[in-house]
């Protein structure tokens, strides 16, 4: 699918079931799936592919953020503290 020359070229989406290179890789794909979905030019076939690799994704981000958010509760001690602003500035 060609791209107009004022836009960015998105990433193709990888096969289903390819596990991303990181969360941020992930995160990327997916939004690129979201874009071209929301244009609305995918035809049926190629819409549910999309679907099925967004979903995919939307799995693989939401467990490495709650894998980082067990790390962040372990360094923490089990309790998570409030952010304290300083004032004093």
């Keep these: 699918m060609a791209q107009p020359a004022d836009r960015p ?10 596990v991303p290179a990181s969360f941020e ?7 690129a799936i979201v874009a071209r979905m929301e244009e609305g030019q995918m035809p049926l076939e190629e819409s549910l592919a999309a679907y ?6 939307l799995q ?4 490495r953020l709650k ?3 067990q790390q962040v509760r372990i ?9 304290q602003v300083d004032d004093s500035r």
């Design 60 to 63: 693989y981000c939401q467990a």
């Design 75 to 83: 360094l923490e001690a089990g309790t998570l503290q409030d952010f």
């Design 52 to 57: 099925k690799r967004g979903t995919e994704l």
């Design 25 to 31: 890789a992930a995160l990327a794909e997916l939004e």
């Design 67 to 69: 894998d980082a958010q």
């Design 9 to 18: 070229a998105t990433p193709e989406p990888a096969s289903p079931g390819t």
